[in-house]
DNA sequence: AGCAATACTTGTCATTTGGCAAGTGCATCG
DNA sequence: CGATGCACTTGCCAAATGACAAGTATTGCT
């Protein structure tokens, strides 16, 4: 057994997890290996996968009436992933969530983190830490889709995550952002231009 | 002590509570009352109350730099009132929570809440569960924000909470709906006219 | 009752954005 | 190496929405 794996390194950086109990909650994932574009989850399925990406990058998406994709989540490596309300309530889900690069990744089942969270005090606090991190991202998410126009969140996204733009599409980043491929395309020219 | 509280009836509804526990964690709840437009948050301050909202509406709201209010949630009365991130990251709310009516509530604080958590299993699991329901539903009315028009989140919400027009100045919904309230005048008039 | 504040509507006009179709460049694949 | 597909851009026009201002209605307060 390693002692020094990515997961136990992020467990450890959280500040809330300690050295013996990292090791031990490691032991409880199994290695994933996703070739790019593989799905991690489809629309429709359950998601029974409490996943750490260790390397690669994922996306969340969901399909409209009409067929159209929306990228509800960018996912880079060094993250927790997985749908929260199918995961949690044990229901389809009705997103999808597939690998944008080949990915390495470690994961425990639903039954095994609730497991893990029964006996380690420690871990399911950090669980909680996580939806509530999640949580809050996505509030501030949303409250900026009301109160920015789309350049603003563009040029925001530009500035605090750059590294999505080498791995992401931009038609993908655009239904995040909550526009159409041509209206991003248009928004870019202009912050182009000063 | 009461046996039949509207707290009680809560947690027993939620099938995930027992009636012993739930009486044990009633206890725990203080009765409060806000007056109408009395404040349970300030911005600024820490969310520091687990409130759960027998009577009346409250609506919590932020406002941008330019000083223009915008609701981020409206609560209904047999609901649980917080503000997520503030509340468990124990860092300044940038939200403001607000009665719209006369409320009656019961609540407790972080401290108090947490050790529940911690000696009664259940309501831990009942207090995850009530996360990732909140959870669930700010992905379904992000998902909505960019997938479907104004037009549609209003009709879709005057189908599903036809209550909320009963407590809520359309102002606010305007925004909670992400429009101006001149565009939700507007959509009204088109929905009228059929 | 009378006044003031607030909620809501409406008009006008500018801006943003979407829908569609075409065009360009790049990459993948046989 | 040529062909097909995909990502991205761009032009054109229509639709949706915002900003601002004015008007009406309603509510609340004294």
Redesign the interface.
């Known amino acids: 057994m390693q002692e020094n794996t990515p997961l136990i390194r992020f467990l450890l950086a959280s500040g809330m997890i300690t050295a013996p109990v990292a090791a031990e909650i490691a032991l409880a994932f199994r290695p994933m290996e996703f070739a790019k574009e593989a799905f991690l989850l489809r629309e429709g399925q359950l998601s029974d996968c409490y996943l750490f990406l260790e390397q690669g990058w994922m996306r969340g998406y969901?399909l409209?009436p009409k067929g159209?994709e929306?990228t509800?989540a960018i996912y880079r490596p060094q993250q927790v992933v997985f749908e929260?309300?199918s995961f949690?309530?044990r229901r389809p889900s009705q997103e999808n969530i597939q690998a944008l690069t080949p990915c390495k990744a470690s994961g425990i089942t639903f039954a095994e983190l609730n497991h893990l969270f029964h006996s380690l005090p420690e871990f399911r606090e950090f669980g909680?830490?996580r939806?509530?991190?999640?949580?809050?991202a996505?509030?501030a998410?949303?409250?900026s889709?009301?109160?920015e126009t789309a350049e603003a969140r563009y040029a925001s996204l530009l500035q605090h995550h750059p590294e999505i733009f080498q791995h992401v599409p931009l038609k993908q980043i655009a239904?995040y952002l909550?526009v159409t491929d041509s209206s991003l395309s248009r928004i870019r020219r202009e912050l182009m231009h000063h």
């Not at 939806?131 to 809050?136: D, I, N």
């Open positions: 969901a409209t159209v929306v509800t929260v309300s949690f309530q909680r830490s939806l509530v991190m999640g949580f809050a996505l509030k998410r949303m409250l889709m009301v109160t239904s909550g």
